[in-house]
């Protein structure tokens, strides 16, 4: 039987969660995505590579998953967690909105034209190895990573992130947090073919995709269309698998990396510095279709912090 007291302490404790939940709802995101998809990729690659084996497509393919996966599902719990049906409703809108002005469906054009734009003089100057093929599974894996990721780097932890360091802030933290992320995948299925190429084609990855960040928060803040996001996304990944040799060197792909690199850059430098005035003055505004939870629930029951400030103050954590 329970006691007033047991009654007490239990709220207490559920108090004490909620207020860890959205006070550092990010931190805990990153940490649970982080744990998960890496753990999920050494289940599959680990014991190959302890072996000392060849890690086949197959087990690549395999490890996806988890990092397909993650970002999805925990901040789809996070947002109920954080922010509760209300929350995710809100996610589902966003996620939802494809009435845009057809401009912002045009900048997906731009990191095909940026990988030809790299590809062509190199295929010309450097080596025929260059050239750019058409390898149409590239689209399926595009979109798998556009539409699962997004919801977790742009439906939950950017809207955050944004208030705290603002529009161009929060594209450079999340950019930089995201590819981080793939360090243990890329590592465990790449680092046996690079070699001592592994460790620099990594950093230009990095550096590109952070350039990737930035114009495709620039898409959503001006749509406030998760959508959008998960487009940008999916153009940028597909077009590197579709269009990119997969026949090149580690020397020749790293070489690529650093000239797309600066190439995407550039075109980022040209947003920043058109739009990134406009983007900065919203830093505290609340994003398009974002509203954090009210310390309430939905049917008006005081939330779990107002639950705290009730009990009597020897009671409360």
Same mark, same amino acid.
């Given at each position: 039987?329970?006691?007033?007291?047991?009654?007490?302490?239990?709220?207490? *404790?559920?108090?004490?969660?909620?207020?860890?939940?959205?006070?550092?709802?990010?931190?805990?995101?990153?940490?649970?995505?982080?744990?998960?998809?890496?753990?999920?990729?050494?289940?599959?690659?680990?014991? *190959?590579?302890?072996?000392?084996?060849?890690? =086949?497509?197959?087990?690549?393919?395999?490890?996806?998953? =988890?990092?397909?996966?993650? =970002?999805?599902?925990?901040?789809?719990?996070?947002?109920?967690?954080?922010?509760?049906?209300? &929350?995710?409703?809100? $996610?589902?809108?966003?996620?939802?909105?494809?009435?845009?002005?057809?401009?912002?469906?045009?900048?997906?054009?731009?990191?095909?034209?940026?990988?030809?734009?790299?590809?062509?003089?190199?295929?010309?100057?450097?080596?025929?190895?260059?050239?750019?093929?058409?390898?149409?599974?590239? !689209?399926?894996?595009?979109?798998?990573? @556009?539409?699962?990721?997004? !919801?977790?780097?742009?439906?939950?932890?950017?809207?955050?992130?944004? $208030?705290?360091?603002?529009?161009?802030?929060?594209?450079?933290?999340?950019?930089? $947090?995201?590819?981080?992320?793939?360090?243990?995948?890329?590592?465990?299925?790449?680092?046996?073919?690079?070699?001592?190429?592994?460790?620099?084609?990594?950093?230009?990855?990095?550096?590109?995709?952070?350039?990737?960040?930035?114009?495709?928060?620039?898409?959503?803040?001006?749509?406030?269309?998760?959508?959008?996001?998960?487009?940008?996304?999916?153009?940028?990944?597909?077009?590197?698998?579709?269009?990119?040799?997969?026949?090149?060197? =580690?020397?020749?792909?790293?070489?690529?990396?650093?000239?797309?690199?600066?190439?995407?850059?550039?075109?980022?430098?040209?947003?920043?510095?058109?739009?990134?005035?406009?983007?900065?003055?919203?830093?505290?505004?609340?994003?398009? &279709?974002?509203?954090?939870?009210?310390?309430?629930?939905?049917? @008006?029951?005081?939330?779990?912090?107002?639950?705290?400030? *009730? $009990?009597?103050?020897?009671?409360?954590?």
């Amino acid at each position: 039987m329970m006691t007033k007291e047991t009654t007490t302490v239990e709220m207490a *404790r559920e108090g004490r969660t909620h207020v860890k939940l959205r006070d550092h709802p990010v931190t805990i995101y990153f940490i649970m995505v982080f744990a998960v998809a890496w753990a999920g990729c050494f289940a599959v690659i680990g014991p *190959r590579l302890m072996r000392g084996e060849a890690v =086949p497509f197959s087990d690549m393919a395999l490890a996806a998953i =988890p990092m397909f996966l993650a =970002p999805t599902l925990i901040g789809v719990a996070m947002t109920v967690l954080a922010d509760g049906k209300a &929350g995710l409703r809100e $996610l589902f809108s966003r996620m939802r909105k494809w009435r845009v002005d057809p401009r912002w469906y045009a900048s997906l054009f731009i990191f095909p034209m940026m990988i030809l734009a790299c590809l062509l003089p190199l295929s010309v100057l450097v080596s025929s190895d260059f050239t750019p093929y058409l390898f149409l599974p590239g !689209i399926v894996i595009g979109l798998m990573a @556009g539409y699962f990721e997004e !919801i977790g780097w742009t439906g939950f932890a950017f809207p955050r992130l944004r $208030l705290k360091y603002g529009v161009l802030g929060g594209a450079l933290v999340i950019g930089l $947090l995201q590819t981080t992320w793939h360090v243990a995948a890329d590592f465990m299925g790449a680092y046996g073919a690079r070699g001592a190429y592994w460790l620099p084609h990594f950093i230009l990855f990095m550096i590109s995709m952070m350039a990737m960040r930035v114009l495709l928060v620039w898409v959503y803040v001006k749509t406030g269309s998760v959508l959008a996001a998960q487009l940008v996304h999916a153009s940028s990944t597909g077009f590197l698998s579709v269009l990119v040799p997969l026949s090149l060197s =580690p020397a020749q792909d790293t070489l690529f990396y650093g000239v797309y690199s600066v190439a995407l850059w550039a075109v980022a430098a040209l947003v920043i510095s058109v739009y990134g005035r406009t983007l900065q003055k919203e830093r505290q505004a609340i994003p398009t &279709g974002f509203r954090p939870a009210q310390d309430r629930t939905e049917a @008006g029951r005081p939330g779990p912090q107002e639950r705290i400030a *009730r $009990l009597p103050a020897r009671s409360r954590p």
